[in-house]
């Protein structure tokens, strides 16, 4: 079972090295292709300042045909994020005064930090 194993292994390394895809095309798993060019990704607002207890809304969007995001807060003691109404909507949500940021990433790989400030 160990020499299968290694064997597997050293067989992904050397596809993978050799441009081959790896385990990708070793399992037949698929990829998410990256566009070339890679989409450009757009946040409004780019920054965000709110009062205790407020909420506002960040809104991504970028030039792809399959435009899919996650957002995620740096401190969810100043402010939290999540779903809003729309694939494309985030609501944060004021916790307490401070500053933190809202990392908002795509399906690429690209990502848009957008500072929050809580008064």
């Keep these: 079972?160990?020499?299968?194993?290694?064997?597997?292994?050293l067989s992904t390394l050397a596809l993978t090295a050799c441009?081959?895809?790896g385990?990708?095309?070793l399992l037949g798993v698929p990829s998410i292709p990256t566009p070339?060019?890679?989409?450009s990704m757009q946040v409004t607002p780019a920054s965000v300042t709110?009062?205790?207890g407020a909420?506002?809304?960040i809104t991504?969007?970028?030039?792809s045909s399959y435009p899919s995001f996650s957002a995620q807060s740096t401190d969810d003691t100043i402010a939290t994020v999540t779903q809003g109404n729309s694939q494309n909507a985030f609501v944060v949500t004021a916790?307490?005064?401070?500053?933190c940021s809202i990392l908002i990433a795509d399906a690429y790989g690209s990502s848009v930090t957008v500072p929050v400030t809580v008064h």
């Design 1 to 9: 079972m160990k020499t299968r194993f290694i064997a597997l292994l």
């Design 19 to 21: 441009g081959g895809g």
């Design 23 to 25: 385990l990708t095309k």
């Design 36 to 39: 070339s060019p890679a989409p």
């Design 50 to 52: 709110i009062a205790v």
């Design 55 to 57: 909420n506002a809304t």
């Design 60 to 63: 991504a969007s970028e030039n």
């Design 95 to 99: 916790v307490k005064a401070g500053k």
